[in-house]
């Protein structure tokens, strides 16, 4: 095929994918001169992929621009070279990092690790404690207003207290681009720490949340509850409970990996349908979900699945 690409003949996009950082383009090709035709017509469709970004980018942002930050964290966008276009690229920088930052970012194999309620009560509930209140240092300053005040979408009055909560932009999201929208929903106490908290008497705060959500994205973006998909981390970064609000079509994100990504809608479900007089089905069952290796908890957790495989080789 004789192609140059100036002589494509933009007509709509077909898709675009924000996970692969690709555009599928439909339009036609000119003919290289006005005497040539295309005998099988000019039709055509261009899809664009951002190539690999090279390893050791020091030199490579032209230009970058602060988008928010909080306590140690700071996200912002950039430019590959000095354009006045859309920024290129998304930056995070965590400084100074800790030794579980680092491990979190680092390149690792993942296992499945299946929890019992008793392995959460002997290794992950002292893993959760043991963590200092720095590691959520950056709730405290969005909660008390002294990070991101300007960016809170709701609040709850004080009298949802103590299950109050306020909805604003993750530091995931660009604040720019509707297809990515990413918001959060953070609760203002730290009483519950993750899905394993979770019970009946929570079934208010939730739909609420739910409720908001749609809400705030109705009205600020034109979207449609539909178009929303909320999610519970487990095993979260952060034991600080909080709900992530993700546009529905903003698909292929590492954090909604099946066993991580528990939808609310199906929280809700299964706490409505709980028995109200026992523990609630968040403490009585198991949870499957990926460690990687450099997790803090790995090491433990998959030392304790060789039980299961005892258990079920005898039975
Ligand atoms: P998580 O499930 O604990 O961990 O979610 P993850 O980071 O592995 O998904 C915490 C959520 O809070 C994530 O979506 C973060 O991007 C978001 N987040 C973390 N920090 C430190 C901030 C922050 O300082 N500001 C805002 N707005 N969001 C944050």
Not at 66 to 89: C, Q, R
Not at 150 to 156: D, V
Not at 167 to 181: C, E, V
């Amino acid at each position: 095929m004789d192609f140059q690409l100036n002589r494509f003949v933009f007509e709509r996009v077909l898709n675009e994918d924000l996970a692969t950082h690709s555009v599928a383009l439909l339009g036609t090709l000119r003919p290289p001169s006005s005497e040539t035709s295309y005998a099988q017509g000019n039709t055509a469709i261009v899809r664009i992929e951002r190539t690999a970004l090279p390893s050791f980018t020091d030199g490579l942002i032209a230009t970058a621009k602060l988008v928010g930050n909080t306590d140690i964290y700071a996200w912002m966008v950039g430019w590959l070279s000095h354009s006045e276009n859309k920024p290129d690229v998304k930056i995070n920088v965590i400084c100074p990092a800790t030794e579980v930052h680092i491990r979190k970012y680092s390149k690792q194999q993942i296992h499945i690790v299946r929890e019992t309620p008793a392995l959460y009560e002997r290794i992950v509930r002292p893993y959760i404690d043991a963590f200092p209140a720095s590691r959520t240092q950056w709730i405290e300053e969005i909660v008390s207003g002294r990070s991101e005040a300007e960016n809170i979408l709701f609040r709850s009055p004080p009298e949802a207290d103590p299950f109050g909560f306020l909805i604003l932009p993750d530091m995931k999201w660009d604040l720019a681009n509707i297809a990515s929208l990413y918001l959060v929903a953070l609760m203002v106490l730290p009483n519950i720490k993750n899905l394993r908290d979770l019970n009946r008497s929570h079934l208010p705060l939730l739909r609420s949340i739910r409720r908001e959500a749609a809400n705030i994205v109705k009205k600020r973006w034109c979207l449609e509850a539909t178009e929303l998909r909320l999610f519970v981390h487990y095993q979260p970064s952060y034991y600080h409970f909080h709900v992530h609000i993700v546009n529905a079509n903003h698909t292929g994100l590492l954090g909604m990996t099946v066993g991580q990504a528990h939808i609310l809608d199906d929280i809700i479900s299964l706490l409505e349908l709980d028995d109200p007089t026992g523990p609630s089905i968040f403490q009585r069952m198991t949870l499957s979900y990926g460690l990687g290796e450099q997790h803090g908890l790995f090491s433990t957790m998959k030392a304790a699945q060789a039980e299961f495989q005892e258990s079920e080789e005898s039975s």
